[in-house]
Every structure is written in structure tokens, then in C-alpha cells.
């Protein structure tokens, strides 16, 4: 008998412990799950990118031909990034510098890093943390448009964000 209520008593016990929740109850973790609206019901994963809109609300930032400059509406949509990590303190992101295909390899790897340090340095003047922005550069190895023509080059000279930590 005394063992039959000792393995109820542990397996009630083992049971209430499994159930509870071990997610941390502050405001900035819930912004990151999106559970207090800061994603405004849009998606933040692991590795989550905003060309596939999985970055929560960080978006794509585009660059004139052969420009690492950030034009106003690009200025408009950092600011709004910049917002967005203020709000989630615990993402850290990737920005990724792209261009489109003219131009040689290493031309084209020193613009996309060109591109990709004016975001960070943009988000670090906002007041983001420097040490939650990673740059790289792409140059035109991971076009996001297919074609030779003006309208695929505009999609392909852009900086992106990948959420690396949430």
C-alpha cells in the first residue's frame, strides 16, 4: 500500500512539474514571440529572414545601382527596423549585402559589404546595440529575382535581415 501511494504521489508530482511553463514572463520575451503584438502577428524564426517575411518586422532594405548609400524611403524602413529591435532587445540579427549581377565577383563582394556595414552603422546611430548586428556580403550569389533586366537588378540591390538570435 505505502508503495502504491508513493509511486501516485511521485507520478502527480512528475506530472505538475512537466505541465508548467519554463517561458520567461518579462515584456521584451514575449515581443520576441510575438505574444504581446510587437510582430504585429508576423512571423520571427531561428534563421527567419525578411526577403520570406520571417524576420518579424524587419524589412529589406534596396540600394540604387552600384550605390551603398541609404536613400529616404530606405532611411524610412531603417528607422522602422530599428524600431523593431529597440522593441525585441533580444533579437540579434545578420544584415546580408547583395547586388545584382553586373559588375566582377570581387566588385560586387566589396559593395555588398559596403551595403550591409551602412545598414548596421544606420541601426547603430538609431540606438541598436552594435554587438547584436553581424554584417556579410553575398555580392551576387544569392539573387532574389532571376532576369537581366532592370526590374530583377532593383529586387537584387538590396541589404536583408536573418534573425540569429531570439
Given at each position: 500500500?505505502?508503495?502504491?501511494?508513493?509511486?501516485?504521489?511521485?507520478?502527480?508530482?512528475?506530472?505538475?512539474?512537466?505541465?508548467?511553463?519554463?517561458?520567461?514572463?518579462?515584456?521584451?520575451?514575449?515581443?520576441?514571440?510575438?505574444?504581446?503584438?510587437?510582430?504585429?502577428?508576423?512571423?520571427?524564426?531561428?534563421?527567419?529572414?525578411?526577403?520570406?517575411?520571417?524576420?518579424?518586422?524587419?524589412?529589406?532594405?534596396?540600394?540604387?545601382?552600384?550605390?551603398?548609400?541609404?536613400?529616404?524611403?530606405?532611411?524610412?524602413?531603417?528607422?522602422?527596423?530599428?524600431?523593431?529591435?529597440?522593441?525585441?532587445?533580444?533579437?540579434?540579427?545578420q544584415v546580408e549585402g547583395h547586388c545584382d549581377e553586373r559588375g566582377g565577383r570581387q566588385y560586387n563582394l566589396a559593395l555588398g559589404e559596403r551595403r550591409a556595414k551602412a545598414v548596421r552603422d544606420y541601426l547603430v546611430a538609431m540606438g541598436v546595440e552594435a554587438k547584436r548586428v553581424s554584417t556579410i556580403s553575398y555580392g551576387n550569389e544569392r539573387a532574389l529575382a532571376e532576369g537581366h533586366d532592370e526590374s530583377a537588378w532593383s529586387k537584387n540591390r538590396r541589404a536583408n535581415f536573418v534573425v540569429t538570435a531570439k
Open positions: 500500500m505505502f508503495t502504491r501511494a508513493f509511486f501516485t504521489t511521485l507520478l502527480v508530482t512528475l506530472l505538475a512539474v512537466g505541465c508548467s511553463s519554463n517561458r520567461p514572463k518579462n515584456a521584451q520575451d514575449a515581443g520576441a514571440d510575438g505574444a504581446n503584438g510587437a510582430n504585429n502577428g508576423l512571423s520571427l524564426d531561428l534563421n527567419g529572414d525578411s526577403d520570406s517575411n520571417k524576420a518579424g518586422g524587419l524589412q529589406t532594405v534596396y540600394f540604387a545601382y552600384e550605390s551603398s548609400n541609404l536613400e529616404s524611403s530606405a532611411k524610412d524602413t531603417m528607422k522602422a527596423n530599428a524600431d523593431f529591435l529597440k522593441t525585441n532587445a533580444n533579437v540579434d540579427i
